[in-house]
């Protein structure tokens, strides 16, 4: 039962913004909406997570829809390095005993030189 | 430096051998996790757990067992029970109760030969 909608794969050119979208049309209430990424090989590292407001921070912003159906994950200068596979999930936060994320095949950003 | 180890990176083992991988972290977080990973695919969580000494079964326990009787140790056998051992594995943790952001472990490969 996914939660979440991403495309399959995008690319953008370096020093470009990427911008990637993710679904989630049946978010509830108090459902955050994470985001991470996963180099090849590596283990997954967070990026970033909001609930209704826009968040920043080093790595990147998280533009959350007014109804909260949709959001943007925007890396502002992408680099060769940024070249990984992102996971947009929604998860139900603050709630230790579910605190369990669901790793969908997100989606494959390839930055060209 | 704090975060958390898995070893071995690679691990290569007889069919219808159990095999045990390491997950340590030295976070102080009070949850753990593990998951599996297959080639193209996202995550799947196998096994967690909030606190010492207790562990919950994820959504492909089967053929697997844990075991939490210290903070820092989440220890992962894989048995001959499960039948596609073959897989990359990640451990992660979490302060639990009040966060979702999980810091994951670099993997363990698992090849069953």
């Known amino acids: 039962d996914a939660k979440t909608t991403q495309p399959t794969s995008m690319d953008c050119a370096e020093g470009r913004a990427a911008n990637l979208p993710c679904n989630h049309s049946?978010?509830?209430?108090?459902?955050?909406v994470y985001w991470y990424r996963q180099i090849h090989s590596q283990g997954p590292q967070y990026i970033i997570h909001g609930l209704k407001n826009n968040e920043t921070n080093e790595m990147a912003s998280l533009i959350i829809t007014e109804d909260r159906k949709s959001s943007t994950l925007i890396l502002p200068h992408a680099t060769l390095r940024d070249t990984a596979v992102y996971y947009c999930i929604v998860s139900g936060g603050l709630t230790g005993a579910n605190s369990k994320l669901t790793f969908g095949k997100g989606i494959t950003l390839s930055v060209r030189p | 430096d704090g975060g958390i180890t898995q070893s071995p990176k690679y691990l290569f083992r007889k069919e219808g051998q159990n095999v045990t991988l390491s997950c340590e972290q030295n976070l102080n977080h009070d949850a753990m996790y593990w998951y599996r990973q297959d080639p193209g695919q996202g995550l799947r969580l196998i096994y967690y757990?909030?606190?010492?000494?207790?562990?919950q079964k994820g959504d492909i326990a089967e053929g697997y067992s844990v075991s939490r009787e210290k903070k820092e140790s989440f220890p992962l056998t894989v048995t001959s029970a499960q039948k596609n051992p073959t897989a990359f594995y990640l451990c992660?943790?979490?302060?639990?109760?009040?966060?979702?952001?999980?810091?994951f472990g670099p993997g363990t490969r698992l090849t069953v030969l």
């Open positions: 992660a943790s979490s302060i639990g109760e009040t966060s979702d952001e999980q810091f």
């Open positions: 757990s909030q606190i010492v000494n207790d562990f």
């Open positions: 049946t978010i509830s209430g108090n459902e955050y």
